[in-house]
């Protein structure tokens, strides 16, 4: 008898929750991103929401909550009711360099989110000062075995995409260089292209203005294959270090338990997005790489990048705590 209660119990939940899909959304709906506004998450989540509130017919409102590397408003999304209206936009820095470096977070980025779908991605560049004596990783390699530790390298901030992905680099090279750690990618860029700092991995869209206006020298990607936006500038691993991959993303996640029929609905809409005229030419005019997978396969990149950064700041000795 019991377990016939159990189990109508379940059937009237069940019941509930696709009766909720259907209608939803009846309200607007929030996504919270963990960033200032105009940072390259703020812009992405806001074209996603301007594209939802019209396929969807319901406003879908960004909210900047900054703070941590992306964290607070992460933390903040764990602990909405998991009904498909707090959303929140899913980064590389709070879902999975943030587990990297912090020993303790408000917030576990598998256990405590369903996510939804990887929207694009930021590749990595490697740059430097155009007055520099690098032309390629390889020339910059032999130099900072010749002096190792000398040459100085900016990054957004310990801890962030930037600072790992160059030690990532460090550790697949073989070499030592010297970071100076920079309170954002503006800063940062700004100490190279007065010549204060020699070089720096920021990403694509952070770099390009500044490399086509002559402004900056890229080196190397960090993808499989060329970006289509720098076709010029070869892959670090065409250039000797194979496999070699470091790229920011940016998804939607909803808090656990958010029902599957409303995330499996999001999922297809952000499918439908990517394919939209208007929402791929922003993306092209922004440098953004588009994605849009299932919903399994952004769960299982979210634990392999967590898996990955974990294993880099390990080696480097990196923690925020």
């Not at 520099?132 to 900016?154: F, N």
């Amino acid at each position: 008898m019991r377990l016939i209660r159990q189990f109508a119990a379940f059937l009237l939940a069940f019941a509930a929750a696709c009766a909720a899909a259907q209608t939803y959304p009846s309200r607007p709906v929030k996504i919270v991103v963990g960033f200032a506004a105009g940072s390259a998450t703020d812009i992405l989540a806001r074209v996603t929401a301007d594209y939802l509130s019209k396929s969807m017919g319901q406003a879908f409102v960004v909210e900047n909550k900054p703070g941590a590397g992306g964290g607070l408003g992460t933390a903040y999304v764990k602990e909405a009711k998991p009904d498909g209206y707090t959303l929140v936009a899913a980064g590389s820095g709070p879902f999975a360099v943030n587990a990297a470096v912090y020993k303790s977070l408000p917030y576990d980025p598998v256990k405590d989110f369903e996510p939804i779908g990887n929207i694009a991605l930021t590749p990595q560049a490697f740059v430097v000062n155009p007055e520099s004596p690098y032309h390629s990783m390889k020339e910059l390699v032999a130099d900072a075995k010749r002096r190792p530790g000398e040459i100085p390298y900016a990054s957004l901030g310990k801890g962030s995409t930037s600072h790992l992905s160059m030690e990532a680099f460090m550790a697949a090279a073989g070499i030592k260089l010297n970071h100076i750690p920079f309170k954002g990618s503006t800063e940062a860029q700004t100490s190279i292209v007065g010549g204060q700092v020699v070089l720096m991995s920021d990403t694509v869209p952070g770099v390009l203005a500044l490399v086509k206006g002559g402004k900056l020298r890229a080196i190397g990607v960090a993808i499989p294959e060329r970006s289509p936006y720098l076709p010029d500038v070869p892959t670090v691993a065409e250039q000797g270090w194979p496999g070699f991959e470091a790229v920011g993303w940016i998804g939607l996640a909803a808090p656990a338990h958010t029902p599957p029929a409303i995330l499996d609905r999001l999922n297809a809409e952000l499918r439908n997005m990517l394919k939209d005229p208007q929402v791929k030419a922003k993306l092209d005019q922004l440098a953004f790489t588009p994605v849009g997978d299932s919903r399994q396969h952004f769960a299982g990149f979210i634990a392999s990048e967590v898996a990955k950064w974990k294993k880099v700041a390990t080696g480097a000795n990196v923690s925020l705590d």
